[in-house]
T-cell receptor
Framework: DGGITQSPKYLFRKEGQNVTLSCEQN?????MYWYRQDPGQGLRLIYY???????QKGDIAEGYSVSREKKESFPLTVTSAQKNPTAFYLC??????????????FGNGTRLTVT | AQKITQTQPGMFVQEKEAVTLDCTYD???????LFWYKQPSSGEMIFLIY??????QNATEGRYSLNFQKARKSANLVISASQLGDSAMYFC????????????FGKGTKLSVKP
């Protein structure tokens, strides 16, 4: 079955450590996105990528980095510079066709806790 | 200013009854799309329904329908014949033309279906 796989589901880190969240899709989608969700909040865009080897900052990119070396993969690194990294992180992808109406397809998320 | 406003933090509905979840949006772009997602307690985001700004008819998908009032800039989700499995967070989101596919999300409404 096609879909988006995020791993791990739960992640615990000590303050000051970088951590990388995995996102893999086998939907053959061109575009991929990372969102952050805090309790009682909607989703906020961190980074997105329309094609391989290219990505753009979203609304809250500070303290995060990404890479897009393969179409299927879009890992997110939460660096020690991110002041409040504890959150629920969602990866999404979208087909490049029917651009206006194509929905985002989401993974199951990674819950990161930094202490 | 918020682009997507969901004014109901929480809603209760009796099983088998219909419920309306409110969403208002703010954009000056004449071309945009509106999406609704469901997020169960497990965390994944499930796409429910889409409405384009130029669509003449309200969108429907099974028990979900979208009450689109363009002049009022509202896109309320109507769930008919509520089921216990409908208990979840519901998010309204908007895509503007030229946004490269990004979605702007509201803060969500938590729906609880009572047996």
């Amino acid at each position: 079955d096609g879909g988006i796989t995020q791993s791990p589901k739960y992640l615990f880190r000590k303050e000051g450590q970088n951590v990388t969240l995995s996102c893999e899709q086998n939907l053959n989608h061109d575009a991929m996105y990372w969102y952050r969700q805090d309790p009682g909040q909607g989703l906020r865009l961190i980074y997105y990528s329309q094609i391989v080897n290219d990505f753009q900052k979203g609304d809250i990119a500070e303290g995060y980095s990404v890479s897009r070396e393969k179409k299927e993969s879009f890992p997110l690194t939460v660096t020690s510079a991110q002041k409040n990294p504890t959150a629920f992180y969602l990866c999404a992808s979208r087909t490049g066709t029917l651009q206006g109406i194509s929905p985002l397809h989401f993974g199951n998320g990674t819950r990161l806790t930094v202490t | 200013a918020q682009k997507i406003t969901q004014t109901q933090p929480g809603m209760f509905v009796q099983e088998k009854e219909a419920v309306t979840l409110d969403c208002t949006y703010d954009t000056s772009d004449p071309s945009y799309g509106l999406f609704w997602y469901k997020q169960p307690s497990s965390g994944e985001m499930i796409f429910l329904i889409y409405q384009g700004s130029y669509d003449q008819q309200n969108a429907t998908e099974g028990r979900y329908s979208l009450n689109f009032q363009k002049a009022r800039k509202s896109a309320n989700l109507v769930i008919s014949a509520s089921q216990l499995g409908d208990s979840a967070m519901y998010f309204c989101a908007m895509r503007e033309k030229g946004s490269q596919g990004n979605l702007i999300f509201g803060k969500g409404t938590k729906l609880s279906v009572k047996p």
